[in-house]
């Protein structure tokens, strides 16, 4: 393999769109953008997968479902009222064949791949700050199940900042919001040098454009003659068009139930206002978690389409009065191309100059669940990346010849009330209570995958290394992984003959 049959891309998996940035050339360039959009039954993905076939078959927002367990996933489907149908964490289509939001992540993967044939695809994914270790496994397996290599995940608010970061002086507050069509995610990010530093991150995968297009689709559907309450895909779309209008002019009109239904800006103001403004509320969370006040935040970068309606520009504005917000970016593109910067540097000769490293932090604190259910942390929530910390544990019982890790992730003092992301049980030499040490060490890379080490202090010395991938029923196993693998050959086989 030559240098030639690789291409390098930044990949903006996005709730909604997805969006390729190629690194060839001077500057990094978006070369591809389509619906995150998969059917289920004539397999076609993108705009084409709107066309033939029933709703329960046309799947969007599937990374909504990535990482979820099957009482997660339900949660989920309760709130966003897809005409979809699920079992547990699969996708149930009318053929009633089942597939995982992996898979369906690895169709939109598979359509960007197909753009270079011939080539080795590598990639920097994107992901959302706030995905937990389960989700950004799923991405990674997507990745896999597509035949793509991915050197990273990059966190979508460090992506947006990092295309601006030529403009930004060092010493820099940076708070970036990525408002997009299905979360919101925070960073608040330092500019030291050639440097970015995350200091906190913090979102709502409930808060972007498909949340305002409901909206607008319930508030048109009583204004019009009819009794329905049901609010179909068609509706959503038509709301969605006279939202983007709204942003360049000052009246429209939605398309509904074969009715017209007149909207003003005024009025599609005021109706979105109020949940727009909880942006505020995650805006003070990300400063106290790092630590700022509201003046010390010199640029606010705001990046996703929905940061281009009109009224959240004005309540950041008036929350934040004395940062500058930053333009100039194309807010759909700017993550793609930040990912394709990151991993230019990345992949570039160490001679080169100017290239900007990046710092993340751990999204949430891990540890381990100690007798008496007591939540012994060992890496910290905002800890930088990556990260590598140790402790040492004693036996509990006498004699007691295995001792079980249980790996949790939360907040709370009680390990029964954090989550569970995995468990494993090592041998060890029998001996009285308290005089044999473990020593268990977390390791955390940069895109928060996590490895954890179990050492036996004194006995055999017995070491057992377990990345934590799988968290009970949300990731794929190795088997599973092959059979997914299988059903995508005989699927591409299908499509060639
Ligand atoms: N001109 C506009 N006015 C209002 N909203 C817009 C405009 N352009 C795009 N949007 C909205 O932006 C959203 C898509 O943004 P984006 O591509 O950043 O989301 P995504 O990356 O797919 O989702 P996420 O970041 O939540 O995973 C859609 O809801 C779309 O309707
Ligand atoms: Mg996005």
Same mark, same amino acid.
């Given at each position: 393999?030559?240098?030639?049959?690789?291409?390098? #891309?930044?990949?903006?998996?996005? =709730?909604? %769109? %997805?969006?390729? &940035?190629?690194?060839?050339?001077?500057?990094?360039?978006?070369?591809?953008?389509?619906?995150?959009?998969?059917?289920?039954?004539?397999?076609?993905?993108?705009?084409?997968?709107?066309?033939?076939?029933?709703?329960?078959?046309?799947?969007?927002?599937?990374?909504?479902?990535?990482?979820?367990?099957? %009482?997660?996933?339900?949660?989920?489907?309760?709130?966003?009222?897809?005409?979809?149908?699920?079992?547990?964490?699969?996708?149930?289509?009318?053929?009633?064949?089942?597939?995982?939001?992996?898979?369906?992540?690895?169709?939109?993967?598979?359509?960007?791949?197909?753009?270079?044939?011939?080539? *080795?695809?590598?990639? +920097? #994914? =994107?992901?959302?700050? !706030?995905?937990?270790?389960?989700?950004? *496994?799923?991405?990674?397996?997507?990745?896999?199940?597509?035949? +793509?290599?991915?050197?990273?995940?990059?966190?979508?608010?460090?992506?947006?900042?990092?295309?601006?970061?030529?403009?930004?002086?060092?010493?820099?507050?940076?708070?970036?919001?990525?408002?997009?069509?299905?979360?919101?995610?925070?960073?608040?990010?330092?500019?030291?040098?050639?440097? @970015?530093?995350?200091?906190?991150?913090?979102?709502?995968?409930?808060?972007?454009?498909?949340?305002?297009?409901?909206?607008?689709?319930?508030?048109?559907?009583?204004?019009?003659?009819?009794?329905?309450?049901?609010?179909?895909?068609?509706?959503?779309?038509?709301?969605?068009?006279?939202?983007?209008? $709204?942003?360049? *002019?000052?009246? =429209?009109? #939605?398309?509904?139930?074969?009715?017209?239904?007149?909207?003003?800006?005024?009025?599609? /103001?005021?109706?979105?206002?109020?949940?727009?403004?909880?942006?505020?509320?995650? #805006?003070?969370?990300? $400063?106290?978690?790092?630590?700022?006040?509201?003046?010390?935040?010199?640029?606010?970068?705001?990046?996703?389409?929905?940061?281009?309606?009109?009224?959240?520009?004005?309540? %950041?504005?008036? /929350?934040?009065?004395?940062?500058?917000?930053?333009?100039?970016?194309?807010?759909?593109?700017?993550? &793609? @191309?930040?990912?394709?910067?990151?991993?230019?540097?990345?992949?570039?000769?160490?001679?080169?100059?100017?290239?900007?490293?990046?710092?993340?932090?751990?999204?949430?604190?891990?540890?381990?669940?100690? $007798?008496?259910?007591?939540?012994?942390?060992?890496?910290?929530?905002?800890?930088?990346?990556? &990260?590598?910390?140790?402790?040492? !544990?004693?036996?509990?019982?006498?004699?007691?010849?295995?001792?079980?890790?249980?790996?949790?992730?939360?907040?709370?003092?009680?390990?029964?009330?954090?989550?569970?992301?995995?468990?494993?049980?090592?041998?060890?030499?029998?001996?009285?209570?308290? /005089?044999?040490?473990?020593?268990?060490?977390?390791?955390?890379?940069?895109?928060?995958?996590?490895?954890?080490?179990? =050492?036996?202090?004194?006995?055999?010395?017995?070491?057992?290394?377990?990345?934590?991938?799988?968290?009970?029923?949300?990731?794929?196993?190795?088997?599973?992984?092959? +059979?997914? $693998?299988?059903?995508?050959?005989?699927?591409?086989? *299908?499509?060639?003959?």
């Amino acid at each position: 393999m030559t240098e030639s049959d690789i291409v390098r #891309i930044g990949i903006d998996l996005g =709730t909604t %769109v %997805v969006v390729v &940035a190629t690194t060839e050339g001077e500057v990094p360039k978006v070369c591809q953008q389509f619906p995150a959009i998969v059917n289920l039954s004539t397999n076609k993905v993108g705009e084409k997968a709107k066309i033939d076939g029933k709703p329960q078959d046309i799947i969007y927002e599937a990374k909504k479902y990535m990482g979820a367990t099957a %009482v997660e996933a339900a949660t989920i489907t309760k709130e966003a009222h897809h005409p979809y149908k699920m079992d547990g964490n699969m996708f149930v289509g009318t053929d009633k064949t089942k597939t995982r939001p992996e898979e369906l992540s690895a169709a939109l993967l598979k359509e960007v791949k197909a753009n270079f044939p011939g080539k *080795q695809v590598e990639a +920097i #994914i =994107t992901v959302p700050a !706030y995905f937990k270790d389960a989700q950004r *496994q799923a991405t990674k397996d997507a990745a896999e199940l597509a035949g +793509i290599k991915v050197h990273e995940l990059l966190n979508e608010p460090t992506a947006a900042t990092l295309t601006y970061t030529d403009l930004v002086p060092s010493g820099a507050k940076i708070l970036t919001c990525d408002v997009g069509g299905g979360t919101l995610d925070i960073s608040a990010i330092t500019k030291t040098d050639n440097k @970015l530093k995350v200091e906190a991150t913090s979102g709502d995968p409930h808060m972007g454009g498909r949340q305002i297009d409901r909206m607008l689709a319930n508030w048109a559907l009583k204004k019009t003659k009819k009794k329905t309450t049901t609010v179909t895909a068609k509706m959503l779309e038509d709301c969605n068009r006279a939202k983007h209008l $709204l942003t360049t *002019q000052d009246q =429209t009109e #939605i398309q509904i139930l074969g009715e017209k239904v007149k909207i003003s800006l005024v009025e599609f /103001e005021r109706l979105v206002r109020p949940f727009l403004t909880r942006i505020n509320t995650y #805006i003070d969370n990300t $400063l106290e978690l790092a630590e700022w006040t509201r003046k010390d935040v010199d640029i606010v970068i705001l990046a996703g389409g929905t940061s281009r309606v009109r009224v959240l520009r004005e309540i %950041v504005a008036e /929350e934040l009065p004395e940062a500058s917000i930053m333009n100039g970016v194309d807010e759909d593109e700017a993550i &793609a @191309l930040g990912a394709a910067h990151r991993l230019r540097a990345l992949t570039a000769p160490p001679e080169a100059t100017g290239i900007v490293m990046v710092t993340e932090i751990a999204g949430e604190t891990i540890g381990v669940g100690t $007798l008496g259910d007591v939540f012994s942390p060992i890496l910290w929530k905002n800890t930088p990346l990556p &990260a590598t910390r140790t402790l040492p !544990y004693k036996t509990s019982a006498d004699f007691q010849s295995q001792v079980l890790i249980e790996v949790k992730a939360g907040d709370d003092c009680w390990a029964s009330n954090n989550r569970l992301l995995g468990v494993f049980h090592m041998e060890v030499l029998p001996m009285p209570r308290g /005089e044999l040490t473990v020593f268990v060490t977390f390791k955390m890379s940069v895109d928060n995958i996590l490895t954890v080490v179990a =050492t036996e202090d004194g006995g055999l010395r017995r070491k057992k290394t377990v990345c934590i991938k799988k968290t009970g029923d949300r990731n794929l196993t190795k088997e599973e992984m092959s +059979i997914c $693998l299988a059903k995508a050959e005989k699927a591409a086989a *299908q499509e060639i003959s």
